[in-house]
């Protein structure tokens, strides 16, 4: 039997209509999700990246500005002191850790922040190991008293004023050029003379070398002690002379020589 004529393209039509329709399958969207949660994943990672760098660049620009002021600080308060002080050195074994003390003496305003006590006699640029492993470097501003007490029992028997500027320092070491040798030393002995230059070896948490600054040190006027001359008691001027004696008879005038005789 013959089709009605248009039939094969009304049923073209009503399939193309019905495909048209239709909605995406469960595999397509599985295929949808899984490219959208990749493409998250992408992008929250770099973000997680950028926000990491962005930390660690802070990080590594707050560790140097605060060696860099460190630093400074050293640096001014060192090459700026007075002829008369003496630079003193110590260290105490905290079991293979050591903690070292740095001593400034006869300097009252080094490392003096504000208005400092009028009876500073002793300023130490300490380097103390902390719990956590890491040291701290610490001032510490010493009276009379407690400087005699230092130099009776030890530091370990002050409680004095404490003023930290850095933490969690993984390097922190001091050494001390000898002019006899040319040579750095890691001690200074306490009968030595004071040394030209000191360097400083710093590093903090997080940093991969240590940073090496050499500071100049004024050379220390030595006060000589002199005997005292003898009184000269034939000089009138001489204040250490003693008094004259009124009734002494007058010094005699010392013997003239007659002139050489001239022959024409």
């Given at each position: ?10 049923l ?18 599985s ?15 770099v973000?997680?990246?950028?926000l ?12 140097e500005?605060?060696?860099r002021?460190?630093?400074?600080l ?17 260290y ?5 850790h050591?903690d ?15 208005a ?43 409680n004095?004023?404490?003023v ?18 040319q040579?750095?030393?890691?001690i200074?002995d ?9 360097e400083?070896t ?6 991969a070398?240590?940073v ?11 006060t ?39 022959r024409?």
């Amino acid at each position: 039997m013959n089709s009605a004529p248009g039939s094969f393209f009304s049923l073209s039509r009503r399939s193309a209509l019905r495909g048209r329709g239709r909605g995406f399958t469960l595999l397509e969207l599985s295929v949808s999700i899984a490219v959208l949660g990749i493409l998250a994943i992408g992008i929250f990672s770099v973000s997680s990246g950028s926000l990491r760098l962005i930390d660690e660049v802070r990080d590594f620009q707050d560790r140097e500005a605060r060696k860099r002021r460190f630093v400074e600080l050293c640096r001014q308060n060192f090459e700026n002191l007075p002829s008369g002080a003496r630079v003193e050195f110590d260290y105490k074994d905290r079991g293979g850790h050591y903690d070292t003390f740095l001593s400034l003496r006869d300097a009252p305003a080094a490392f003096g922040f504000g208005a400092m006590p009028p009876d500073i006699r002793r300023v130490i640029l300490a380097s103390e190991v902390e719990p956590s492993g890491f040291a701290r470097a610490a001032l510490y501003f010493l009276n009379a008293e407690e400087e005699r007490r230092l130099d009776r029992e030890g530091f370990d028997a002050l409680n004095p004023r404490r003023v930290i500027l850095l933490r969690r320092l993984k390097t922190i070491t001091w050494r001390f050029f000898d002019q006899n040798s040319q040579q750095w030393r890691d001690i200074l002995d306490k009968n030595a003379p004071q040394p030209p230059m000191l360097e400083l070896t710093l590093a903090m948490d997080g940093d991969a070398e240590p940073v090496r600054s050499v500071f100049w040190l004024p050379i220390r006027q030595q006060t000589r002690v002199t005997a005292p001359r003898a009184p000269d008691p034939n000089d009138p001027n001489d204040p250490n002379a003693p008094p004259a004696d009124p009734n002494a008879p007058p010094p005699s005038a010392p013997p003239v020589e007659p002139a050489p005789e001239t022959r024409p």
